[in-house]
């Protein structure tokens, strides 16, 4: 017990990533004692991810494991853990084509497997999972539902889509309590440096030029950092059971052009854009419709885009 608080032991796999180590250090911030994976991808460099780890390393209640899924014994890293956080996953729409897919099934199908397969003989209360928006694809009418029919229109999109059917599998066949959280465009400090607002804010402020897909009108519900933590925590302390779906998104959406305004606004500095053509895999709206997590998971979005992005503005400048 931690101030009258039970404490709880957590798995978190893709602990060093940006979505994953924020959540454990909120975790090990109530308390909980937590077991992090990560395998260190060589998607963007290691040296990111091992900053962001600093905090977690420095609290006795944090055991780090520096391995892949796919390389470890799954039952091992289970061990008296309540909850699983599994953030781990190649990430990337537009680099998941041709050779590459063998990764995405490797890393964000078969290790989710694996992880699921070993629960089945483990003291695991619910399996929590990170989805995306992209299963969605090109829908026909906004906001996005858990109940529409999922289209994804990219191999990234459609290896997520299978994680949340294998974790309806093991509920299905195996009572493994499981919610799936589908989410929209992440941002804030510790954003990857593939992603497209951590690009753009140092381009700005380096006066380079920015290539734009499309013409900027594409639409996306952009998500704070925090709220997606706060959507996880909430996963966690549910009474919701069976294989449950939620889109966990950011109350509202902007278009890039509109985007890259307020970044000029809050860096001071005029864009240089370049628009291209549009990429496939691109998806030309998101906007979710986040009733389903607002009743049965108490979810609200806090953060609006604009301080949202001030936020992360601050973090890169701080280098």
Same mark, same amino acid.
């Given at each position: 017990?931690?101030?009258?608080?039970?404490?709880?032991?957590?798995?978190?796999?893709?602990?060093?990533? *940006?979505?994953?180590?924020?959540?454990?250090? /909120?975790?090990?911030?109530?308390?909980?004692?937590?077991?992090?994976? +990560?395998? *260190?991808?060589?998607?963007?460099?290691?040296?990111?991810?091992?900053?962001?780890?600093?905090?977690?390393?420095?609290?006795?209640?944090?055991?780090?494991?520096?391995?892949?899924?796919?390389?470890?014994?799954?039952?091992?890293?289970?061990?008296?853990?309540?909850?699983?956080?599994?953030?781990?996953?190649? /990430?990337?729409?537009?680099?998941?084509?041709? +050779?590459?897919?063998?990764?995405?099934?490797?890393?964000?199908?078969?290790?989710?497997?694996?992880?699921?397969?070993?629960?089945? +003989?483990?003291?695991?209360?619910? *399996?929590?999972?990170?989805?995306?928006?992209?299963?969605?694809?090109?829908?026909?009418?906004?906001?996005?539902?858990?109940?529409?029919?999922?289209?994804?229109?990219?191999?990234?999109?459609?290896?997520?889509?299978?994680?949340?059917?294998?974790? !309806?599998?093991?509920?299905?066949?195996?009572?493994?309590?499981?919610?799936?959280?589908?989410?929209?465009?992440?941002?804030?400090?510790?954003?990857?440096?593939?992603?497209?607002?951590?690009? *753009?804010?140092?381009?700005?402020?380096?006066?380079?030029?920015? $290539?734009?897909?499309?013409?900027?009108?594409?639409?996306? +519900?952009? @998500? !704070?950092?925090?709220?997606?933590?706060?959507?996880?925590? %909430?996963?966690?302390?549910?009474?919701?059971?069976?294989?449950?779906?939620?889109?966990?998104?950011?109350? /509202?959406?902007?278009?890039?052009?509109?985007?890259?305004? @307020?970044?000029?606004? %809050?860096?001071?500095?005029?864009?240089?854009?370049?628009?291209?053509?549009?990429?496939?895999?691109?998806?030309?709206? @998101?906007?979710?419709?986040?009733?389903?997590?607002?009743?049965?998971?108490?979810?609200?979005?806090?953060?609006?885009?604009?301080?949202?992005?001030?936020?992360?503005? $601050?973090?890169?400048?701080?280098?």
């Amino acid at each position: 017990m931690v101030g009258g608080r039970l404490t709880l032991k957590a798995l978190v796999t893709g602990c060093a990533g *940006f979505v994953g180590s924020h959540l454990t250090e /909120a975790l090990l911030g109530m308390g909980h004692k937590v077991t992090g994976i +990560d395998c *260190f991808i060589d998607y963007y460099p290691r040296e990111i991810k091992e900053k962001n780890l600093r905090n977690a390393k420095k609290n006795k209640d944090f055991e780090f494991v520096p391995e892949s899924i796919l390389d470890v014994e799954p039952t091992s890293l289970l061990k008296d853990v309540d909850y699983v956080f599994h953030q781990a996953a190649q /990430a990337g729409v537009r680099n998941s084509w041709g +050779d590459n897919f063998r990764i995405y099934t490797d890393n964000n199908i078969l290790a989710t497997q694996r992880l699921l397969e070993a629960c089945r +003989d483990s003291t695991v209360k619910r *399996f929590i999972y990170a989805s995306s928006s992209s299963v969605y694809g090109d829908v026909q009418s906004l906001p996005m539902k858990e109940s529409d029919v999922p289209r994804p229109v990219s191999p990234y999109g459609l290896s997520k889509l299978a994680g949340e059917e294998l974790c !309806y599998l093991y509920w299905k066949n195996y009572k493994i309590p499981s919610i799936s959280l589908r989410y929209f465009t992440v941002y804030g400090p510790r954003q990857r440096p593939d992603m497209a607002f951590n690009k *753009f804010i140092k381009a700005i402020d380096s006066r380079k030029e920015i $290539e734009i897909y499309g013409d900027g009108e594409q639409t996306r +519900d952009y @998500t !704070y950092i925090s709220d997606i933590v706060g959507a996880n925590i %909430l996963a966690m302390g549910s009474g919701i059971e069976g294989s449950t779906i939620y889109n966990i998104g950011g109350g /509202a959406r902007t278009t890039l052009n509109n985007c890259i305004k @307020t970044l000029e606004e %809050l860096i001071g500095k005029k864009a240089r854009l370049r628009y291209a053509g549009t990429q496939k895999g691109d998806v030309e709206h @998101t906007y979710a419709d986040t009733s389903r997590a607002a009743k049965d998971l108490g979810y609200k979005p806090k953060i609006s885009l604009k301080e949202g992005l001030k936020k992360e503005v $601050e973090w890169i400048k701080s280098g």
